[in-house]
């Protein structure tokens, strides 16, 4: 499996990406880029996925269900947006992303 890029935007972004990272099946690292705006700092996060062991749909539910989670805030951590990179440049926001979406990215 090739690299897939993962960029997380948001005051949590680096406690979440961990989160990412932590999720059975997936292996990877990530690295942070702080830029100072005027009214509070952006922190993005870029997480590369490695390796992925089982299969890419459950893999694409655990993905997706991780972003729901930090998206509604349950957590009590925020994420703003995440765009996920494929193998071939493909581009994708999680924002309305569909399981089989998220499947084809990690497959392509």
């Known amino acids: 499996m090739a690299e897939i890029q993962l960029a997380i935007e948001g005051k949590d972004a680096i406690a ?13 690292n990530y690295k942070v880029s702080s830029e100072a705006q ?13 390796g992925i062991v089982g299969g890419t749909l459950a893999i694409a539910e655990q993905i997706r269900k991780w972003y729901q989670e ?20 493909r581009r994708l926001l999680l924002e309305d992303a569909t399981l089989e979406e998220i499947r084809q990215i990690l497959e392509s």
């Open 16 to 28: 979440v990406t961990e989160e990412l990272l932590a999720i059975p099946g997936i292996s990877g």
């Open 38 to 50: 005027e009214r509070e700092p952006v922190v993005t996060t870029v997480a590369t996925i490695v």
């Open 70 to 89: 930090y998206k509604v805030k349950q957590s009590g951590k925020r994420i703003e947006k995440v765009l996920i990179v494929g193998r071939n440049g």
